[in-house]
């Protein structure tokens, strides 16, 4: 069977935080992302606010997140320039937000740290495809080398904008899980994503030949079962697809590899090995 519609983005994701004012100042301020609506202990946001790419709801009784259960590595938000990269990393800085590490990962330069309540992010910015670098067998070559930070910030000179770029969006998620030979089978006999680089306890898969929209690792996780609903972390992931033809094609998949989605607003609902969320759909009106 052939693999998952090559035109896949994630649209967004759904994040559950212990303390809701507290995470949407830190996403429009020093993030940079615009309210899109709010009611009901949930607030939308999205770049410019437009094009909702992340949902925060409140828990109601709060417990601290386990640091070593399965569940969200990181959010990586992908901007579309190495100059909105380096505006979102001034604006961050000038916010005095700690940072966590900066990496040249060859097809991509990316910039990590992590919200208020411990979850992980990653700002990067993609480098041209024609760029990235691929093994003998097709492979993506990722690496992990410093990344100068001095020369991206040379990219937005001046004072950082109050916003995130335009056409920033969620490039790509990745998971703490359990056992990466588990997840990474059902990320790709289940769903249809190709495995596009492994190192060792992690797997990277991705549509289009992209170098990833799942990252796998259970450098934590190992064997650990997913944080509690009471903790904060990701509660959804959703998937956009081109049409309704494989969005059918993806839920055949799905029922002949013995996984049973359910149906949601027009999509199919389906959980992971390790209990993530992922809802598949198609474009909006």
Do not use: C
Not at 129 to 150: C, I, K, N, Y
Not at 179 to 194: I, M, T
């Amino acid at each position: 069977m052939s693999g998952i519609d090559p035109s896949l983005r994630i649209r967004s994701v759904t994040l559950a935080v212990s303390d809701l004012p507290r995470s949407i100042d830190f996403y429009e301020r020093t993030l940079g992302l615009g309210p899109v609506t709010r009611e009901n202990g949930t607030a939308v946001l999205g770049a410019g606010g437009s094009d909702p790419a992340l949902v925060l709801s409140q828990i109601g009784d709060p417990t601290p997140l386990p640091p070593g259960a399965s569940g969200l590595f990181h959010v990586a938000w992908l901007h579309p320039s190495r100059a909105a990269l380096a505006d979102t990393l001034k604006r961050v800085a000038h916010a005095g937000w700690p940072l966590e590490g900066a990496s040249d990962h060859g097809v991509s330069e990316a910039v990590y740290l992590s919200d208020p309540d411990g979850l992980g992010i990653e700002i990067y910015a993609d480098r041209p495809r024609e760029q990235w670098a691929r093994t003998p067998a097709g492979s993506v070559h990722m690496v992990t080398l410093p990344l100068d930070l001095e020369d991206l910030l040379a990219q937005a000179p001046g004072e950082p904008t109050a916003g995130i770029a335009p056409g920033t969006g969620v490039g790509h998620v990745h998971l703490k899980v359990a056992d990466v030979p588990r997840a990474s089978s059902f990320y790709d006999l289940d769903v249809g994503l190709q495995e596009q680089a492994r190192l060792p306890s992690a797997s990277f898969l991705g549509a289009g030949g992209y170098h990833h929209h799942i990252g796998l690792n259970s450098w934590q996780s190992a064997g650990a079962p997913r944080a509690p609903d009471t903790a904060p972390g990701l509660r959804e992931v959703v998937f956009e697809l081109s049409g309704e033809q494989p969005l059918q094609e993806l839920g055949r998949r799905l029922r002949e590899r013995g996984d049973e989605p359910e149906e949601r607003d027009g999509g199919l609902l389906v959980h992971d090995p390790d209990g993530e969320t992922l809802l598949f759909t198609t474009p909006g009106p």
